[in-house]
């Protein structure tokens, strides 16, 4: 699997991220976090399985199934709010888009980014996820941190890229 398999394409899900777009824009780059941020709410579930389970083989009450069913909420809750938030680059912007009933839309134009630092913990290496940490030539920085973006040394080579131009200084 590469970043072009992460990057949203043509799909229903292309119109979250579309009607964002101004009208010259065009997106660079479009991505969902990566899976592993689904990590604790599917430790929850497994977790409430496990106990619900011994609670009702040891004794025999059966109500407490419904106590499991929070977590399973949870879970999904957490599926579906992962699956309409994108880190979204264009020409002009870097964006992070999310939430399930109230959007939120948080922007940065390209020309108040100063730098980017990809950071990669130990469970991101092993994982394949890292974070990028953002600085802006101005006072207000919506955009400082952004976890669990997917595989994280392409994309931040895209994105330094397209926020810094593209120059081939090599010898060759």
């Known amino acids: 699997m590469n970043l072009q398999d992460m990057m949203v394409h043509r799909d229903n899900s292309s119109r979250t991220v579309d009607k964002y777009l101004m009208s010259y824009e065009g997106r660079v780059i479009a991505v969902r976090k990566h899976p592993a941020v689904l990590l604790v709410p599917v430790a929850a579930f497994v977790a409430g399985l496990v106990a619900c389970g011994a609670v009702s083989a040891v004794t025999g009450i059966a109500w407490v199934w419904w106590l499991w069913l929070i977590t399973v909420a949870y879970l ?97």
């Open 76 to 172: 999904a809750w957490k599926v579906v709010a992962w699956s309409v938030e994108f880190f979204l680059v264009t020409e002009h912007r870097v964006m992070v888009i999310n939430g399930v009933f109230n959007r939120n839309v948080v922007m940065m134009p390209l020309t108040k980014l100063t730098d980017i630092t990809l950071n990669r913990s130990m469970a991101g290496r092993m994982l394949g996820y890292g974070e990028f940490r953002t600085e802006t030539a101005g006072q207000k920085q919506w955009l400082q941190s952004i976890p669990y973006m997917p595989y994280p040394e392409q994309l931040y080579l895209e994105v330094s890229s397209v926020i810094f131009g593209t120059f081939d200084e090599s010898p060759d």
